[in-house]
């Protein structure tokens, strides 16, 4: 047996080439990282699990609709909000509007109130899902979004 000459000629093999495990491919980084969160950036995400159907759904629907997947269900998310009485006026990304008026509810227009909230009870009946309880006609949640985001009143 001849033993190779040359001692040390090669590398000693680190953990990650003796399991052949890729190196990782490097994420893109943003293009302005210093830009603070403002009112135009999404704080949030949300992800969601769903039957490949309805994912080959979606995709059709919102090709036809010119939008891009994520911003089709954001559509849907908004428009279904936005015909909930309770909730405060939002804009299409589902901002609220500080100088919109307060939400509808019983105490400051109940007539209108009420009819609102029949088509919102056969909307979601509609769509399948089960009718709001009369009992949440006084949620207050919309309201207080409301009042948190609201522009005061100017002083002089």
Known sequence: ???DSKK?????????????????????????PTQPL????????????????????LNKRSAEAGESRSRYIEKILVGFLRADPRN???DSFGRLDPTAPPPLSTRNDPMKFGE?????????????????????????????????????????
Request: glycine share 4%; proline share 10%; charged share 35%.
């Open 88 to 90: 405060p006026r939002i």
């Open 1 to 3: 047996m001849v033993k």
């Open 8 to 32: 040390g000629s090669q590398k000693p093999q680190s953990m990650r080439d003796k399991l052949s495990v890729p190196r990782p491919v490097p994420m893109p980084r943003r293009k302005n």
């Open 116 to 156: 609102k909230w029949s088509l919102w009870k056969d909307l979601n009946v509609r769509l399948g899902l089960p009718a709001p309880l009369d009992e949440l006609v006084e949620d207050d949640t919309g309201y207080n979004m409301w009042a948190a985001r609201a522009v005061p009143d100017q002083e002089e």
């Open 38 to 57: 403002g009112s135009d950036t999404r704080e949030d995400r949300l992800m969601m699990r769903m039957h490949e159907e309805l994912v080959l759904l």
